[in-house]
């Protein structure tokens, strides 16, 4: 999965429209996105929608769990089988059980957006099987650890990554990027993520889309690099253990031949999607 595209959840007339964009996964957002006095109906169309369109990659993400809607968010969604759930400010198992008590057939995003969300990425994502993702939420974090740009999260960000991994739920995606017309700056902070072990991004404009493919594909040198180590690997029959010495001097070991498979993998299913069709390069 490479890419997920907000909706604010009180903009119903956006709804087919962010799908046709043709995003991985459609956010109905809940929570930040929407005003107070539209909190109500904001609910009712995302629940009747989602619960319209069960085949459809979607989540909903509630109010934060210390919101006063959140009691209601929950008995709404609780109706929706299968739901996806997006829930912000995860600071525990604790929480993340609080949600799956009151929605049993969840499968949940949890978004971390504190310091002690940070400290306890790995336990948030081991606390149920239902949880499939965890996230960071940047801005909230930023703020509450004093930083400003990459380097003041460039910790917690592969803290993240390495907690996802540890978990068994692979890599994570990027929090958003707020400026929707600043692509190049879209596109950079998305290459440093990449380097850092994220897979894909979060977006708030269907505009950002194509940028979030482009900076999360593998170059056409990875992705030849990665095959003829997969092809030399194949010819030696060490695919499942062993080291091998390439013709040219390299030592290829294990994690090296996982890593190709990733890079192969990815590419394999950009090219086959009909949503990732990133610019010519």
């Known amino acids: 999965m490479l890419t997920a595209l907000y ?6 007339d956006r709804f087919a429209k962010a799908v046709a964009a043709g995003p991985d996964l459609v956010v109905f957002d809940l929570e930040d996105a929407v005003p107070v ?3 109500v109906d904001a609910r009712g169309w995302a629940v009747a929608w989602v619960a319209a369109n069960a085949s459809r990659p979607v989540e909903i993400r509630v ?4 919101s006063p809607w959140i009691a209601d968010d929950l008995a709404a969604i609780s109706a929706v089988p299968s739901v996806r759930l997006r829930v912000p400010k995860v600071e525990s198992a604790a929480d993340v059980h609080a949600v799956l008590e009151k929605v049993p057939s969840a499968r949940i995003t ?3 957006e504190s310091p002690l969300g940070v400290e306890r990425a790995f336990e948030i994502a081991t606390a149920d099987p239902r949880v499939i993702a965890v996230a960071l939420g ?4 930023s703020s509450a650890l004093g930083v400003d740009g990459p380097t003041g999260l ?8 390495s907690a996802s991994r540890a978990a068994g739920l692979g890599a994570p995606m990027m929090s958003v990027y707020p400026n929707v017309s600043d692509l190049d700056g879209l596109r950079k902070t ?39 180590l997969l092809d ?9 253990g062993g080291v091998l010495v390439l013709p040219d001097g390299r030592m290829v070991d294990p994690a090296m031949i996982g890593r190709a498979r990733e890079v192969t993998a990815l590419i394999q299913e950009i090219r086959t999607s009909t949503t990732h069709q990133p610019p010519p390069r």
């Open 37 to 39: 006095g539209d909190k």
């Open 154 to 161: 460039a910790w917690s960000r592969s803290r993240l990554v």
């Open 138 to 141: 940047e801005a909230d974090l």
């Open 232 to 240: 030399a690997v194949e010819k030696a029959d060490v695919a499942n």
């Open 63 to 66: 109010n934060s769990l210390h």
């Open 7 to 12: 909706v604010p959840a009180n903009r119903p």
């Open 110 to 112: 949890a978004l971390i």
């Open 190 to 228: 998305s290459q440093e993520g990449r380097a850092l072990g994220f897979v894909g991004r979060t977006a708030i404009h269907p505009r950002q889309l194509s940028t979030i493919v482009e900076a999360f594909t593998p170059t056409p040198e990875q992705v030849k690099a990665a095959q003829e």
